[in-house]
């Protein structure tokens, strides 16, 4: 997630007032929103007394059920627990936040990381040892996007990010998307973007742009990974699609916004080792 991202998370959803609830730690909860929203995991930390929304679905449809969702916790928050005032998005200027009646629990941003792009930002909660990992981790069930990885550097970036994670030693690592939010553990989801990348990085990356087809890309990460082309959700394909493409030789390239391929130094990328 990136920090205007954030700011969206944590001002224009805002606080979701939560004061019928007394747990004596935080605790998150997880929404996978399916369909055009690329299976995107929502995360809604609860406080004792409110709640923040993280990573918002990139569709309408997927937005409109996520409300749905966030609206069923007033059987646990409260009738009047759920505010509608919308707040207009500010930047957001410190590296950490706390959530009312839970100072002693403070949430941390680790950023800017390299994730699946570039800027990213994870969410650190220390006291339940949970992290919310964004697009820096995917789930076991899915492949990858790496059609903004147009450079060694980006990749070998995000392996840094997967080693930091580990270093943390995080109880539960939420991953930014998923088909299934059952088994959100400690290593499985990081275990497999590692084991991803590194197959990547090898059989794919340092054969250099336009080595093989489209065709072959596709085959080759699909008999690596079987079982990752789920019929119930188009957006592993999507995204093992947009790697063939934009890496095989003769494939439609992906529109980038920013110059990706400038990020050629992992030194500076990962500037933040000592």
């Known amino acids: 997630m990136r920090l205007t991202t954030i700011s969206l998370a944590l001002q224009s959803i805002g606080l979701i007032s939560a004061r019928a609830i007394t747990h004596p730690n935080l605790r998150v909860e997880t929404f996978i929103n399916h369909g055009s929203s690329f299976d995107m995991v929502s995360s809604l930390i609860i406080g004792s007394q409110a709640a923040v929304l993280i990573d918002l679905p990139m569709a309408i449809e997927g937005a409109e059920a996520l409300a749905d969702w966030v609206k069923l916790m007033k059987g646990v928050l ?39 792009t570039v800027d990213e930002t994870l969410f650190w ?33 995000w392996l840094s990010t997967l080693d930091l994670i580990d270093y943390l030693k995080p109880n539960v690592v939420i991953p930014g998307h998923s088909l299934s939010n059952k088994k959100f553990g400690c290593s499985i ?29 596709f085959d080759k990460f699909n008999k690596q990974f079987p079982g990752l082309l789920n019929l119930n959700s188009s957006t592993s394909a999507f995204l093992l699609n947009s790697t063939a493409e934009q890496f095989g030789r003769g494939g439609t390239r992906q529109v980038h916004y920013i110059d990706l391929a400038a990020y050629a130094d992992v030194e500076a990328l990962d500037g933040w080792t000592m």
């Open 125 to 157: 909660i220390p006291s339940i040892k949970t992290l919310i990992a964004g697009d820096s981790v995917y789930g076991h069930d899915m492949h990858l996007w790496l059609a903004d990885s147009l450079t060694k550097a980006l990749t070998e970036s």
């Open 189 to 217: 989801d990081v275990d497999h973007t590692r084991t991803y990348l590194k197959y990547w990085q090898k059989e794919i990356e340092a054969k250099g742009l336009d080595h093989f087809t489209p065709q072959v890309i």
């Open 78 to 116: 409260g009738e009047k627990s759920i505010v509608n005032k919308v707040h207009l998005p500010t930047p957001y200027d410190f590296s950490f936040f706390t959530l009312p009646g839970d100072e002693a629990t403070p949430i941390h941003f680790l950023n800017p990381l390299t994730g699946d």
